[in-house]
């Protein structure tokens, strides 16, 4: 791949990640960024965001602008950005156009930077803004911000070039942002603790402006396969629109938790599973843990009953559990994990046994659970009011203090928990129980 590294010389801040990429270089050291890709290096008169066309005289398959930040509110900050307007072009470039992404290197630039940042200096993404609008190869700009201070400081630009020279893209889950500050704070979040790596982002001040048209062309020069919300940043009824938009123009619609579960499944996978999810479950919500890699995903049934009694013994430990496990669970309604899991073909009955030796397990710890056979019974003592009424017990304190296994007096008669339990047996039968124990 070929890349064009571009700063102004007017650009203090340019010029010191310039210097800064040409001294680590000179150094002779080895670098990902040099050891995968060519390097050009261009210096330009103007200011950058009136570098329109640009790539029409640099030849190159990725551009990255290195530049300057500035702010109302100063503060040290390390940003990475795409660039675009999607109403007026106060700062260069034309109006409602969008220049092409580069979400893949930005995510990784992004979490380079979050390593080694400065002490004080802020990391994140920027919201699109400004020019250049008009090219055709995918750009991104990395800066120091936000006054003339951070611009010259020698260990932002090394921090900058480090980052830039490290850079190796992953495979990512490009996505469309809406919503939140001209930082994109959620949307940082997200990058720097999964695989989800964001090209423009609308925030919320730009939100009313939006119709179909402009989120098209955002998914399409971003690359996107999917859109994240800031429901909490947007106005009331906000969010619901931009969810309209956003199905109207047939792009999927992820939360927060739904790209940090992904994980290392691939993504092709992943929507093989939202599928089969719905289908065992429709309006059901999904829920990825050990399950990475790629694979035809397949339903893995587990006996309801043991898996019911299991999450109700010690859901925490159930769930946590899962995540050692190449899996995902469902949830729908109040029922937090339904008996169809999901797996991948050729591992299903390894899956089952372990989900069930799970199951087995927890309640033999948790419980008053005894093996019978092919039978796995468990006994459960409660507290039982009536038994406790026709005793004279009044409701209040002394329910409780029976409840909770202490005796009490009632009119000179001792009354001892015993006395008010109801005892219930469940018989849960698993066929060949001994192999989970």
């Known amino acids: 791949m070929r890349i064009a590294l571009i700063n102004s010389k007017q650009d203090a801040a340019g010029v010191n990640i310039r210097d800064h990429l040409l001294s680590l270089l000179a150094e002779g050291g080895r670098w990902p960024l040099t050891d995968?890709?060519?390097?050009?290096?261009?210096?330009?008169?103007?200011?950058?965001?009136?570098?329109?066309?640009?790539?029409?005289?640099?030849?190159?398959?990725?551009?990255?602008?290195?530049?300057?930040?500035?702010?109302?509110?100063?503060?040290p900050a390390l940003t990475?950005?795409?660039?675009?307007?999607?109403?007026a072009a106060d700062l260069g470039g034309e109006p409602g156009m969008l220049a092409p992404a580069a979400p893949a290197w930005m995510h990784a630039i992004l979490q380079n930077l979050a390593a080694r940042a400065p002490e004080g200096y802020r990391v994140s993404y920027e919201v699109t803004h400004h020019g250049p609008t008009a090219l055709f190869t995918p750009s991104l700009f990395?800066?120091?911000?936000?006054?003339?201070?951070?611009?010259?400081?020698?260990?932002?630009?090394?921090a900058a070039a480090e980052s830039i020279l490290s850079a190796v893209p992953r495979e990512t889950i490009n996505l469309i942002g809406f919503g939140g500050t001209h930082y994109a704070v959620r949307q940082?979040?997200?990058?720097?603790?999964?695989?989800?790596?964001?090209?423009?982002?609308?925030?919320?001040?730009e939100i009313g402006a939006l119709e179909?048209?402009?989120?098209?062309?955002?998914?399409?020069?971003?690359?996107?396969?999917?859109?994240?919300?800031?429901?909490?940043?947007?106005?009331s009824g906000e969010a619901g629109r931009i969810e309209r938009l956003l199905d109207d123009a047939g792009i999927l619609i992820l939360s927060e938790s739904e790209i940090r579960e992904i994980g290392d499944l691939e993504w092709a996978t992943y929507l093989r599973v939202r599928v089969l999810a719905e289908e065992i479950a429709a309006g059901s919500r999904l829920r990825v843990h050990g399950l990475t890699g790629q694979g035809m995903p397949v339903p893995v049934g587990i006996n309801p009953v043991l898996v019911e009694e299991a999450v109700k013994s010690d859901k925490g430990g159930f769930i946590g559990a899962l995540d050692r496990l190449p899996v995902a669970h469902l949830s729908k309604g109040s029922t937090e994990v339904l008996s169809t899991f999901i797996g991948f073909e050729g591992e299903s009955s390894r899956l089952a046994s372990d989900i069930t030796t799970l199951c087995v397990k927890l309640l033999l710890i948790s419980e008053d659970a005894v093996i019978d056979g092919d039978h796995l019974v468990l006994r459960k003592v409660r507290f039982d009011p009536?038994?406790?009424?026709?005793?004279?017990?009044?409701?209040?304190?002394?329910?409780?203090?029976?409840?909770?296994g202490k005796a009490v007096e009632i009119e000179g008669q001792k009354i001892t928990p015993d006395a008010v339990q109801t005892t219930s047996t469940k018989r849960i039968h698993i066929p060949g129980l001994e192999r989970y124990i």
């Open 142 to 158: 990395v800066e120091i911000g936000s006054t003339a201070a951070e611009w010259a400081d020698p260990a932002a630009g090394r």
């Open 36 to 75: 995968n890709h060519t390097l050009a290096f261009h210096e330009v008169r103007g200011r950058l965001i009136h570098q329109d066309r640009i790539d029409e005289e640099v030849d190159a398959d990725l551009i990255i602008f290195i530049s300057r930040h500035s702010s109302a509110q100063p503060a």
């Open 188 to 205: 940082t979040s997200i990058a720097l603790a999964s695989r989800g790596a964001f090209g423009h982002i609308a925030p919320t001040r």
């Open 80 to 87: 990475v950005h795409v660039t675009g307007n999607y109403g």
């Open 386 to 404: 009536e038994k406790a009424r026709r005793l004279g017990v009044p409701r209040g304190p002394l329910f409780a203090m029976l409840a909770g």
């Open 212 to 235: 179909i048209g402009l989120v098209r062309r955002m998914q399409e020069a971003s690359r996107a396969v999917a859109a994240y919300i800031d429901e909490k940043s947007l106005p």
